[in-house]
């Protein structure tokens, strides 16, 4: 597979840690949204794109977030002994790469991308939206 199109929108330097966010196209048939770059520690990564996880009430089936206690339709408790622990992930992935050296090329490309807005003079007082390769 190869990336078409990287749509990257530029965040102002005060929204940190999110740097920007980033659409790539591949092959000019699949497109993932909601890639963003992240700054920490004084480097950038790409987070792939997530949604977090929910749970249906017991009683009334409103869905809630995992880390919810109780319901907000119904008031019942939501927490059960076995189903929550400290390693409980409160995040999915939606789309992500299965290898780690296509995980490495879509960083790459992403990152060469976001650096090129910024070496020609990006105006980052506003969000901007620019479309690369």
Same mark, same amino acid.
């Given at each position: 597979m190869k990336i078409t199109k990287i749509r990257l929108t530029m965040l102002p330097p005060g929204s940190m840690p999110?740097?920007?966010?980033?659409?790539?196209?591949?092959?000019?048939?699949?497109a993932i949204h909601d890639?963003?770059?992240?700054?920490?520690?004084? !480097?950038?990564?790409?987070?792939?794109? &997530?949604?977090? @996880?929910?749970?249906?009430? $017991?009683?009334?089936?409103?869905?809630?977030?995992?880390?919810? !206690?109780?319901?907000?339709?119904?008031? &019942?408790?939501? @927490?059960?002994?076995?189903? $929550?622990?400290a390693n409980s992930r409160t995040h999915v992935d939606i789309a992500h790469p299965l290898t780690a050296e296509f995980r490495a090329m879509i960083e790459r490309e992403i990152l060469d991308s976001y650096h090129s807005n910024l070496a020609n003079g990006t105006d980052l007082s506003k969000a901007e939206v620019f479309d690369n390769v």
């Open positions: 999110v740097c920007a966010y980033a659409t790539i196209t591949f092959d000019d048939q699949l890639l963003r770059i992240i700054r920490k520690d004084e !480097r950038l990564f790409v987070a792939m794109p &997530n949604r977090k @996880r929910t749970r249906p009430c $017991h009683k009334c089936q409103t869905p809630h977030t995992i880390p919810s !206690r109780f319901c907000s339709n119904c008031g &019942n408790s939501l @927490r059960s002994g076995s189903e $929550h622990t």
